[in-house]
């Protein structure tokens, strides 16, 4: 099994059935939504791979599409919610000041005086920009930072670190 976090980057997920003759509902990730059929195969968390992906249509959150192997409403209800991911040497290269999450989970976020604040557990974008969950060093608690410039004005995927300037009180005083 290939490990996900490092070698698939997420592009879309699917969201069920589109009419009844087996096209599905996607949703793309990708910065040119259009482009996820271009990064095929895509492959779903459990190693299952759809080696063609053909977009029939553009629709409010996304695209229809036909999937290889996907015939009835039935294989297009089963994709429901099913995560999507492409291999990372099929996608192109980051742009300057841009990083694909897969890269920014793990790293250790020190604040602008070195003193640790925590690990990325994972990224989210509720749509008003993304943020870093962070987890705190000796907890199970987490924050989360805005992945913006002002908060977050250094991140070395070299040395695995982010250096973050937060908001006042967004992590305990330690």
């Known amino acids: 099994m290939t490990d996900t976090s490092t070698d698939r980057v997420i592009v879309g997920s699917f969201g069920g059935s589109f009419g009844v003759k087996g096209e599905v509902r996607l949703k793309s990730f990708c910065a040119d939504p259009a482009a996820i059929a271009d990064y095929v195969p895509l492959y779903s968390e459990d190693g299952r791979a759809f080696a063609q992906i053909v977009l029939t249509g553009q629709l ?35 742009e300057d000041d841009e990083y694909y999450y897969a890269d920014l989970i793990g790293l250790t ?59 006042e009180g967004l992590f305990p005083e330690g």
């Open 60 to 94: 409010k959150n996304g695209f229809s599409a036909q999937v290889s192997g996907i015939i009835t409403k039935e294989d297009a209800d089963a994709l429901r919610n099913v995560t999507l991911y492409a291999d990372r040497s099929a996608m192109p290269p980051a």
């Open 109 to 167: 976020v020190k604040d602008t005086g070195g003193a640790t604040l925590g690990v990325v557990k994972t990224v989210v974008d509720h749509g008003a920009g993304d943020l870093l969950e962070i987890t705190l060093p000796g907890a199970s608690e987490t924050t989360f930072l805005p992945f913006t410039q002002a908060a977050v004005p250094t991140v070395d995927l070299a040395a695995k670190t982010i250096i973050a300037d937060p908001p």
